[in-house]
T-cell receptor, first 112, second 114 residues
Framework: KAGVTQTPRYLIKTRGQQVTLSCSPI?????VSWYQQTPGQGLQFLFEYFSETQRNKGNFPGRFSGRQFSNSRSEMNVSTLELGDSALYLC???????????FGPGTRLTVL | AQSVTQLGSHVSVSEGALVLLRCNYSSSVPPYLFWYVQYPNQGLQLLLK??????LVKGINGFEAEFKKSETSFHLTKPSAHMSDAAEYFCAVSEGTNAGKSTFGDGTTLTVKP
């Protein structure tokens, strides 16, 4: 069974731009969560989608948004990028049956 | 609200020595607890999880953890460290059965000396 796929793996943007990251879950997994990982703040929960609906949301500004498609693939978007948005963005998916998350390799975003 | 505290941001052990990584949690409901490992430039891999069954949980790669409610702890141990265990380790708690909204500790970097 293929694992969680995240694209792109690396991204460089400049302040003020926007970016879209993609996550393809393991087949059959309907829940997709997004996390931001930085050296200063650690791993922080952004949001979770289940069956195309946002089920949970973390404490991030509205510049951070996401969506989920009918095939469970998910995208997250960050608008008006700031230097502080530089981070590793991790996607995790779960089947909802065994209470386990499976993480993708992450997208490394650098904002210049 | 839930939170996780990992004591010690860096732990160094010799190869073959006991590994002990500490985690204390706070949760308003019965917790589900997890340990993950992260190697450089990779995502997180689940080592083991506690979901209110046995208090001693065995995971992959020889790791285990014991849930102690009275101490609100979930420390990770391995009897004998290998060089390949060098990585960053995260303890996490989820509120209820949904692991999709987990709160993570700050992580502990494990160094294994030859």
């Amino acid at each position: 069974k293929a694992g969680v796929t995240q694209t792109p793996r690396y991204l460089i943007k400049t302040r003020g731009q926007q970016v879209t990251l993609s996550c393809s879950p393991i087949s059959g997994h309907r829940s997709v969560s997004w996390y931001q990982q930085t050296p200063g703040q650690g791993l922080q929960f952004l949001f979770e989608y289940f069956s195309e609906t946002q089920r949970n949301k973390g404490n991030f500004p509205g510049r951070f948004s996401g969506r989920q498609f009918s095939n469970s693939r998910s995208e997250m978007n960050v608008s008006t990028l700031e230097l502080g948005d530089s981070a590793l963005y991790l996607c995790a998916t779960q089947s909802g049956v065994d209470n386990e998350q499976f993480f993708g390799p992450g997208t490394r975003l650098t904002v210049l | 609200a839930q939170s996780v505290t990992q004591l010690g941001s860096h732990v160094s052990v010799s190869e073959g020595a006991l590994v002990l990584l500490r985690c204390n949690y706070s949760s308003s409901v019965p917790p589900y607890l997890f340990w993950y490992v992260q190697y450089p430039n990779q995502g997180l891999q689940l080592l083991l999880k506690y979901t209110s069954a046995a208090t001693l949980v065995k995971g992959i790669n020889g790791f285990e953890a014991e849930f102690k409610k009275s101490e609100t702890s979930f420390h990770l141990t391995k009897p004998s460290a290998h060089m390949s265990d060098a990585a960053e380790y995260f303890c996490a708690v989820s509120e209820g059965t949904n692991a999709g909204k987990s709160t993570f500790g700050d992580g502990t970097t494990l160094t294994v000396k030859p």
